[in-house]
């Protein structure tokens, strides 16, 4: 009865549409859009509240950087989940264009900043001052993925557990776009309450952050559809190994620094 009533109250028309200028619009890119603007706000404020100041040539060359990285990403892997489509006969531009994942965009953005500092010649570590602004843009972007329900890839397995909801066909389906919600609100709060850490090394923030979600979404993606690739892992869960790997080394090196710090000045 408790169940029955959960899943009555928690029923949604899926997809959530809007109406602009005489057009329907399905959620997602509705929300999309409205996250990345306010997440770019946010950014700016708090560059400018920022004291570490960087040349304004070399600002916009991160950022051209970033943005290139996390744009050609998210649709590499976004159409690596499909390879079967990527390389077969359904494949189109259209397709290639519209697909996207944004474990591929934090991933290549952060290669495009990497290639943009080492050209332009800045040493010093950029991500702390992007964590928030990412965390508000991911959180309205999975409000917009949830309200779309099964019809863009976002959704979760069919599941009898109390947290199953109907996503727009007849199964109860997990909804995962709530879960990461939740998650990045929690991850928020803890990297809120580690922002007043003292002694902490510039750039521990931004790695803390990634090193949490592509952790988080290499178990999450074991209750959505995806294609096996090895080892009955997906492209996306493959992408955060090698990222989980690589921001546990980063960490690494981040506690030395700041054990190091510590015994030097006490």
Known sequence: MQKAFFIEIMTIDFPVTF????????????FETVGI???MR?????????PEKMPLSQSLAILIGATAGALIGSKIIGNLEKPNILFGQEFSFVRFWTSNTITGGLAFGLI????????????????DLIVFPLLLAMIIGRIGCFFTGIYEETYGLPTNSIFGMHLGDRYLRHPVALYEIIFLLLLGFVIFKLKNTKRLVSGFLFQ??????????????????????????GTIQILSLLMIFYYIYEIKKSIRIMKSTIANHG
């Open 42 to 50: 946010y950014y700016f404020y708090l560059k400018r509240k920022s």
């Open 37 to 39: 603007f306010l997440a």
């Open 19 to 30: 109406q602009i200028f005489g057009k329907t619009v399905l959620a997602h890119p509705v």
């Open 112 to 127: 495009g900043v990497e290639l943009a500092k080492k050209i332009v010649g800045h040493k010093q570590s950029t991500g």
């Open 208 to 233: 803390f952050f990634m090193l949490n979600y592509f952790l988080f979404r290499f178990f999450l993606d074991f209750i959505k559809p995806h294609d096996n690739l090895f080892l009955n892992l």
